[in-house]
Every structure is written in structure tokens, then in C-alpha cells.
T-cell receptor, first 114, second 113 residues
Framework: KAGVTQTPRYLIKTRGQQVTLSCSPISGHRSVSWYQQTPGQGLQFLFEYFSETQRNKGNFPGRFSGRQFSNSRSEMNVSTLELGDSALYLCASSLPASNTGELFFGEGSRLTVL | AQTVTQSQPEMSVQEAETVTLSCTYDTSESDYYLFWYKQPPSRQMILVIR??????QNATENRFSVNFQKAAKSFSLKISDSQLGDAAMYFC??????????FGSGTKLNVKP
């Protein structure tokens, strides 16, 4: 069974640009969550989608947005990039019947903002 | 507000020995779950162990066990017979409905041969 796939794995952008990251969950998983990981801060919750609906949102500015498609694939977008947005962005999926079960993580997309 | 605190940024253990990683949390909710996740260098984060808050019995998974003290809001991870493959960042996490998780800042575990 294929795991959670995130693309691209690495990318470099400049301040002011926007970026779109993609996540394909494990087959059958309908919940997709996004996290930002920075050194010393651990992981911070961005948002969670289930059946194309955002069910939960973290405390990030409106520049961070996401969506989920009918096939459960998800994208997140960051507009007007800032230096502080440099981070590893992790996507995680989980089983549909599990509201608080195990998260299956992808390898992440490492974003560097210059 | 929900917070998860891991006060040990880095720890070391000798191979075959036992090590305990600490985690405290704060929540006003009564229904929640606690997790320990492991992130090996440049590899995916994986679940180590899971504990439902309503269960008094401490969870155990092979060499990994937890000490869950609900009143103290403490959730420590004990790794017995440490192996080189246990070297990783370990994250404590607090989970709620709709898969909203709060993670600690992590503890880097070094295993010495």
C-alpha cells in the first residue's frame, strides 16, 4: 500500500511569491491534515480536511490556505511568502472512521524562502 | 489553551539501557488522546504509541511503554533495551476530535553503541 506522497520535496522561492504544495493520502484515507515544522517549534497545526471540507484550522494567517479534492488529494497554498515561512511542511492522512487516531505522515515538502 | 511541553531538547542513552522521555500537557478538555511519534533523520514520522485519556491502564508496545498520570497531566515514554535504530526525534502529541493535534517541540534521542 502506497504511503502519503508529497510533492515537491524541495523548493526555493523568494519573498512575495506564492507556493502550492500537494499531498496524496493513503488510499482510503479521507482526512488530510497539514503541519508546519520548524526547528525549536515542533509541529504546528495548519488545517484539516475531510470530504472536501475544512473541519479544523490552526492559528495561521490567511496567507495559508488549503483545499481537498473529491479523490481526497489535498493542496495547500501560501501567498506573499515571508522569510519566516521557511519550514518543512508535513501532510498526514488518517482513516475515515477515526477522528483521533493514528496520523500517517508524508516525508514533507521543504520550503526555503530567500 | 492546549499546550504540550517537552523539557528535554536532547538526551543520550547507551545501547541496551533504558531511557525515559518526559512530556507534560495542558488541556481543559476531557476527551483527548496522547501520542508519541518518532521522526528518524530525514525520514517519515511514525507512531510509536497511543494512549486514550479515558483509559487508566498505561499503553505498552513491545519495548515502548508510557507512564500516564492524568491528574498531573504527564505522559512520559520509556524505551527499554535501547537500540541504535531508536535514535530519532521524539514528539509528544495531544489529539482531539477531527484530528487536531498539538505537538511538543521534540526530544532528540542519541543512542551510543
Amino acid at each position: 500500500k502506497a504511503g502519503v506522497t508529497q510533492t515537491p520535496r524541495y523548493l526555493i522561492k523568494t519573498r512575495g511569491q506564492q507556493v502550492t504544495l500537494s499531498c496524496s493520502p493513503i488510499s482510503g484515507h479521507r482526512s488530510v491534515s497539514w503541519y508546519q515544522q520548524t526547528p525549536g517549534q515542533g509541529l504546528q497545526f495548519l488545517f484539516e480536511y475531510f470530504s472536501e471540507t475544512q473541519r479544523n484550522k490552526g492559528n495561521f494567517p490567511g496567507r495559508f490556505s488549503g483545499r481537498q479534492f473529491s479523490n481526497s488529494r489535498s493542496e495547500m497554498n501560501v501567498s506573499t511568502l515571508e522569510l519566516g515561512d521557511s519550514a518543512l511542511y508535513l501532510c498526514a492522512s488518517s482513516l475515515p472512521a477515526s477522528n483521533t487516531g493514528e496520523l500517517f505522515f508524508g516525508e514533507g515538502s521543504r520550503l526555503t524562502v530567500l | 489553551a492546549q499546550t504540550v511541553t517537552q523539557s528535554q531538547p536532547e538526551m543520550s542513552v547507551q545501547e541496551a539501557e533504558t531511557v525515559t522521555l518526559s512530556c507534560t500537557y495542558d488541556t481543559s478538555e476531557s476527551d483527548y488522546y496522547l501520542f508519541w511519534y518518532k521522526q528518524p533523520p530525514s525520514r517519515q514520522m511514525i507512531l510509536v504509541i497511543r494512549q486514550e485519556a479515558y483509559k487508566q491502564q498505561n499503553a505498552t508496545e513491545n519495548r515502548f511503554s508510557v507512564n500516564f498520570q492524568k491528574a498531573a497531566k504527564s505522559f512520559s515514554l520509556k524505551i527499554s533495551d535501547s537500540q541504535l535504530g531508536d535514535a530519532a526525534m521524539y514528539f509528544c502529541a495531544l489529539g482531539y476530535n477531527f484530528n487536531k493535534f498539538y505537538f511538543g517541540s521534540g526530544t532528540k534521542l542519541n543512542v551510543k553503541p
